[in-house]
T-cell receptor, first 111, second 114 residues
Framework: GDSVTQMEGPVTLSEEAFLTINCTYTATGYPSLFWYVQYPGEGLQLLLKATKADDKGSNKGFEATYRKETTSFHLEKGSVQVSDSAVYFCALKKAGQKLVFGTGTRLLVSP | KAGVTQTPRYLIKTRGQQVTLSCSPISGHRSVSWYQQTPGQGLQFLFEYFSETQRNKGNFPGRFSGRQFSNSRSEMNVSTLELGDSALYLC?????????????FGEGSRLTVL
């Protein structure tokens, strides 16, 4: 079945460092891809999405590009802040099917 | 507009009891999905409802059930609770069923089974 693989965490960075969280997927057809973020004690919030190959999703300084040739959707941010500390989930969804999540990557940003 | 509302936020039960969790979707959203989140298994899909009908179901035992009402509010029930049912149960709503669009999540109901 369809699946998403994320890099294991935690990812520990200093403020203003560059962030990459790797995400690859296995799916038939043409899924949409998402990054969700979960702050402590909260539910999940959509961070960004891309619905077709070569689309770039972006929000709050985060970016990810849908790469069909490498089946990847890596999350990047040029300069992280302490407030970005959270768990990040990569996910895919096809029409008529459930949202499939990766295992999540915890990001810890220190001042 | 108001987000997805889940009640109760926290609850403690003992083994063998049952529990009912409630989810009110965003106004106008007709699709509601439920997920179980645990440290060991991550986010696991339970089921999805649209227009009061279950449209998708995950791989959970029959002790886990749900329903959706005509106003799109949804409930999930877990009977004969086991220790392993301790988890954060997340509800998500979307406007349309089956579309690869955004899900809006509630803050979850944290269930502890003793």
């Amino acid at each position: 079945g369809d699946s998403v693989t994320q890099m294991e965490g935690p990812v520990t960075l200093s403020e203003e460092a560059f962030l990459t969280i790797n995400c690859t997927y296995t799916a038939t057809g043409y899924p949409s891809l998402f990054w969700y973020v979960q702050y402590p004690g909260e539910g999940l919030q959509l961070l960004l999405k891309a619905t077709k190959a070569d689309d770039k999703g972006s929000n709050k300084g985060f970016e990810a590009t849908y790469r069909k040739e490498t089946t990847s959707f890596h999350l990047e941010k040029g300069s992280v802040q302490v407030s970005d500390s959270a768990v990040y989930f990569c996910a895919l969804k096809k029409a008529g099917q459930k949202l499939v999540f990766g295992t999540g990557t915890r990001l810890l940003v220190s001042p | 507009k108001a987000g997805v509302t889940q009640t109760p936020r926290y609850l403690i039960k003992t083994r063998g009891q049952q529990v009912t969790l409630s989810c009110s979707p965003i106004s106008g959203h007709r699709s509601v999905s439920w997920y179980q989140q645990t440290p060991g298994q991550g986010l696991q899909f339970l089921f999805e409802y649209f227009s009061e009908t279950q449209r998708n179901k995950g791989n959970f035992p029959g002790r886990f059930s749900g329903r959706q009402f005509s106003n799109s509010r949804s409930e999930m029930n877990v009977s004969t609770l086991e220790l392993g049912d301790s988890a954060l149960y997340l509800c998500a709503s979307s406007f349309l069923q089956g579309q690869p669009g955004e899900l809006f999540f509630g803050e979850g109901s944290r269930l502890t089974v003793l």
